[in-house]
């Protein structure tokens, strides 16, 4: 007895048969073959989403909050991110790691997987404590659009000394060190993007470079200066995030270290700033930006991303979107916070999307999803 040809159904049957599951299996169903592809609507509930993971590090349940309309579903446990953490959000795509130090990139929708390097080869085994380089050492990783397995960019910040970059790209076998003279006197970076094909990266005390990694060698120009930035905010005070908007303006979102003791002139210091990048013949400067339109800028630990509100009606304009994730540890306890707001830039106020808190025993093992929420962009190339 032959087994059913189910290529062969009728494409008014499967796109049928399509309607009748929900939005996260769609997408896989869509991708089994060619025949199924072409016969089925791609349905995507409006983007961005915010990919929140489940409370449950044992479950790998995750959940998808589109903004514009205000819908949330579940994914079943994807069996790619079993045992895996996400490091980064980019096109449609996620950059997940495992305790071996294993580095590859996962499209969630599609289930496309691109393998990279592992994350610490022999030109860094000096500087590497092998016993303590895990992916919580991983700051984060941003990488090129729509990669493939024969074409990508990727560029970490992870932590040796200081916070460092390292890059690697499609037909290298190892992570390599990215790194310069501009900013020799500040090495430890907060913040990278990915924009126009170059990598936008900040540094603690607010330089930007660009690096160009498309040649032979990585080429590097001096963005901004970090006496820039000093001059407007007292350095190290604020958590410093890059974004890029498609209309080519670099912008600056910073959000006051709530974890510092600030002193009596900074106490009344504002939660959230917004920096614009003003291009001169002398140097660049930042201007403080208090109106964003429309627009909205949405950062965290994914690639960042600029969006026009004025026709998505579950968004609001001129705010920042962020989420943030930290830990604290005592001798009994590990405390997890997850967290996903939003801050009107002419309120001055945070609204809540996300906030979740797990309370762990010490002595258990920590959950291998281990990792924040995010922003996402879903896409099923």
């Not at 895990?134 to 990508?152: E, L, Q």
């Not at 990266?201 to 930007?208: D, I, M, Q, R, S």
């Not at 106490?267 to 140097?283: A, F, M, T």
Request: hydrophobic share 40%; proline share 7%.
């Amino acid at each position: 007895m032959h087994s059913p040809d189910w290529t062969s159904l009728p494409p008014d049957l499967l796109a049928k048969i399509s309607e009748e599951f929900p939005i996260p299996h769609r997408a896989r169903i869509r991708a089994t073959c060619k025949d199924w592809h072409s016969a089925m609507v791609p349905v995507i509930s409006p983007s961005p989403w915010l990919f929140v993971p489940d409370d449950d590090g044992e479950q790998h349940n995750s959940t998808f909050f589109s903004l514009p309309d205000k819908c949330s579903f579940t994914y079943p446990p994807l069996p790619e991110l079993c045992g895996m953490t996400c490091v980064g959000s980019h096109a449609g795509w996620f950059v997940i790691t495992d305790w071996k130090r294993k580095v590859s990139l996962l499209n969630p929708l599609t289930g496309n997987h691109v393998s990279l390097p592992s994350h610490v080869a022999r030109w860094n085994v000096d500087r590497v404590d092998l016993q303590e380089f895990n992916p919580k050492s991983i700051g984060k990783i941003v990488f090129s659009s729509n990669p493939t397995v024969h074409n990508y960019v990727a560029v970490a910040i992870c932590r040796f000394t200081d916070w460092e970059l390292t890059y690697t790209k499609s037909g290298d076998d190892k992570w390599n060190l990215l790194e310069t003279a501009l900013t020799e006197n500040d090495r430890s970076y907060k913040d990278i993007v990915h924009h126009d094909g170059k990598f936008y990266c900040a540094t603690h005390e607010g330089a930007v470079v660009a690096f160009d990694l498309s040649g032979v060698s990585p080429s590097v120009t001096m963005v901004a200066q970090s006496s820039a930035l000093a001059s407007i905010i007292p350095v190290r005070t604020y958590h410093i995030y890059l974004a890029w908007t498609s209309t080519g303006e670099l912008f600056l979102v910073l959000k006051l270290a709530i974890h510092l003791v600030l002193p009596d002139d900074l106490q009344k210091s504002k939660d959230v700033i917004v920096l614009r990048l003003q291009y001169s013949e002398d140097q660049p400067s930042w201007d403080v930006v208090k109106d964003l339109g429309n627009m909205s800028l949405l950062v965290g630990n994914n690639n960042s991303i600029s969006i026009s509100t004025k026709d998505l009606r579950g968004m609001r304009g001129n705010c920042i979107y962020l989420t943030e994730f930290y830990s604290t540890a005592s001798s009994e306890w590990m405390l997890i916070v997850r967290k996903a707001r939003v801050f009107d830039l002419k309120k001055g106020r945070w609204q809540w999307l996300h906030s979740s808190t797990i309370n762990l025993p010490h002595t258990r093992i920590t959950p291998v999803f281990f990792q924040q929420p995010f922003w996402f962009t879903p896409s099923l190339l």
